[in-house]
């Protein structure tokens, strides 16, 4: 029996995850664009999130010192109310829908997470915060497809949510062929009432 090797490493982010009746809305207002462009790599309903910090690469063993600042960070702040808007694409490989709503609240939270990683030691590069939900890339060198896409989804306007937990990500980028997948390592509720 062959024994199965443990990655060292795992790519880890912070994000914020949309309730799944948002998703949904949005899942039908882009069914032209998975109608029209099936070559793109469209990610999956359920891994549809929001970016806070992009970790990168970690070892295993500093995971678990973010989990307690992370908890308490997620127990002191109340939800957020967000919802997803619009459309556009970055250098014509990656659409995205945008993000509307306590905006300012956003860019506070993402700045708190942030320090709350630096104080546990973890280096990253910190980029400034671009609130959006990645949706597809492209396959081939097609960015016609991209853009009409993001164009077709100017209009939309989701319905506002609020924030339900704080998540620590890891994915399996990397680790072999096929869709990237994604998987809570934990997840924190915000704290409700006052």
């Known amino acids: 029996m062959k024994e199965q090797i443990q990655p060292s490493t795992v790519r880890v982010f912070i994000a914020l995850a949309p309730p799944d009746d948002a998703k949904e809305e949005l899942a039908r207002a882009l069914r032209p664009a ?6 793109m790599r469209w990610n999956r309903i359920e891994d549809w999130h929001i970016t806070l ?16 600042p992370l908890a308490d960070l997620a127990a002191a702040r109340r939800p957020l109310e967000l919802g997803l808007s619009g459309g556009g694409h970055f250098d014509e490989r990656v659409l995205w829908s945008g993000v509307d709503g306590d905006l300012e609240g956003l860019h506070l939270l993402a700045s708190e ?8 030691g973890v280096p ?3 980029r400034p915060l671009r609130p959006h939900l990645t949706l597809a890339r492209t396959r081939r060198n097609d960015p016609a497809c991209v ?4 164009a077709g989804l100017g209009a939309f ?13 890891g994915s399996n980028i990397g680790r072999g062929p096929g869709p990237i997948h994604y998987r809570d390592i934990e997840a924190w509720s915000f704290r409700h009432g006052d």
């Not at 970690?58 to 989990?67: D, K, M, N, S, W």
């Not at 306007?157 to 990500?169: C, D, E, F, M």
Request: charged share 25%; proline share 8%.
């Open 34 to 39: 998975y109608a029209a462009y099936p070559g």
């Open 113 to 120: 997470v942030r320090a709350t990683v630096k104080e546990c």
């Open 53 to 68: 910090a992009f970790l990168g690469e970690l070892p295993v063993g500093t995971v678990p010192l973010l989990r307690p």
């Open 147 to 150: 853009v009409e896409a993001a």
């Open 124 to 126: 990253f590069e910190d």
């Open 157 to 169: 306007s989701g319905r506002r949510w609020r924030t339900a937990r704080l998540h620590l990500v």
